[in-house]
């Protein structure tokens, strides 16, 4: 989610060992948050192969990368061509200044401006929809701004009246943010709908975490049953609180150094188990550090994800090129970017 954890403190010009402390056993990237260092990011611009208007197509798969823009049906278009797609997980900027951040690499603008960005990539992702699909979008709320985007962007919701609102899922952080004064905020709220009917697997649904309790009682067939009787599964299923996923991702090999809140790839996975099928076209329109496209590689599904940033655009790109040849989802400490000096690039997690 993009708008957890503590502000982040940077230093400079430190030896790091190799599995990513400082020498003083603390945690470390090679990273900073490309979000927050605009120096740092224009540094990395030479090394994008992609220009704004430019796709890249993969000769492995057929998935595709683009540097566009989710707001202009034209570039909307362009990677998406004639085809249509039955599932669209999507996670846009928040729109909430994080840690008391505010740089002019931070999306921040007005709540008005921000819901006529939001009308418009919400208008193109309906065009380009199978006449049954899945549409997800991961969306923040600020309790220190009247729980701004998400009680807004909800309302916003309710004119496109092709999709039906089917659920709110949250997802539980091991780590959060908040103060002293209030409960730690460790939620992350996905927003689920649906146009037409689509498939549902149920089966995708089911948790690693095993049932334990009795109950649940009720009349079947003239007997009286409890819920492990009843249950076609001895574990759990996830619902719509999803707590099986608490990831601190510096620790794994799915982290994306420079990337923050990226979402975490079971969590994606999941999600294209329970509403596609191999082979099946996904989109993204907010590629990020590319864990859609990771999820649907794994997957055997074919992926079209786009960023307005060619830095993530080619973050991206450069992940899936990785796995292939590391087998390994992130860098964990390493940095995506080795062109660039590793100590003027950490970040310290403090």
């Not at 993009?2 to 945690?27: P, V, W």
């Not at 505010?102 to 999306?107: A, I, S």
């Not at 948790?207 to 009787?229: A, F, H, Q």
Request: charged share 30%; proline share 3%.
């Amino acid at each position: 989610m993009r708008n957890t954890t503590r502000a982040l403190g940077l230093f400079e010009n430190e030896d790091f060992d190799r599995e990513g402390e400082d020498g003083k056993g603390r945690s470390c990237e090679r990273l900073q948050r490309l979000d927050l260092h605009g120096a740092l990011r224009e540094r990395i611009l030479p090394y994008c192969r992609l220009k704004y208007g430019e796709i890249w197509e993969d000769q492995v798969h057929g998935h595709r990368v683009g540097v566009l823009d989710a707001t202009k049906l034209e570039d909307v278009d362009k990677i998406v061509g004639d085809t249509k797609t039955t599932l669209l997980i999507n996670d846009p900027p928040y729109n909430i200044a994080v840690g008391n951040a505010n740089t002019d690499n931070l999306f921040h603008i007005s709540l008005q401006d921000y819901l006529e960005f939001s009308e418009k990539w919400v208008r193109n992702a309906i065009a380009v929809m199978n006449k049954d699909a899945h549409f997800y979008v991961w969306l923040g709320a600020d309790y220190r701004n009247d729980f701004q985007p998400l009680a807004d962007f909800i309302v916003l919701m309710r004119q496109f009246k092709e999709l039906k609102s089917k659920s709110l899922i949250t997802l539980r952080n091991q780590r959060g943010y908040g103060t002293q004064r209030n409960w730690m905020w460790v939620r992350q709220e996905l927003l689920y709908y649906v146009r037409g009917t689509p498939i549902f697997n149920v089966e995708a649904e089911y948790t690693d975490i095993p049932k334990i309790l009795r109950g649940y009682y009720k009349v079947v067939n003239g007997m009286i049953t409890e819920n492990l009787e009843r249950s076609k599964s001895k574990y759990i299923r996830a619902g719509n609180v999803w707590v099986d996923i608490q990831q601190v991702f510096y620790r794994m090999d799915e982290n994306v150094p420079g990337c923050y809140a990226q979402k975490p790839l079971k969590a994606i996975q999941r999600l294209i188990l329970s509403g596609s099928s191999e082979g099946d076209l996904m989109l993204d329109f907010f590629a990020h550090s590319g864990t859609t496209l990771i999820a649907g590689e794994i997957l055997k599904r074919k992926v079209y994800t786009f960023d307005v940033d060619p830095v993530f655009a080619e973050i991206t790109i450069r992940r899936l090129e990785h796995i292939r040849k590391t087998g390994k989802t992130g860098w964990q400490w390493r940095s995506p970017f080795p062109e660039i000096d590793e100590h003027t690039g950490t970040t310290r997690w403090i």
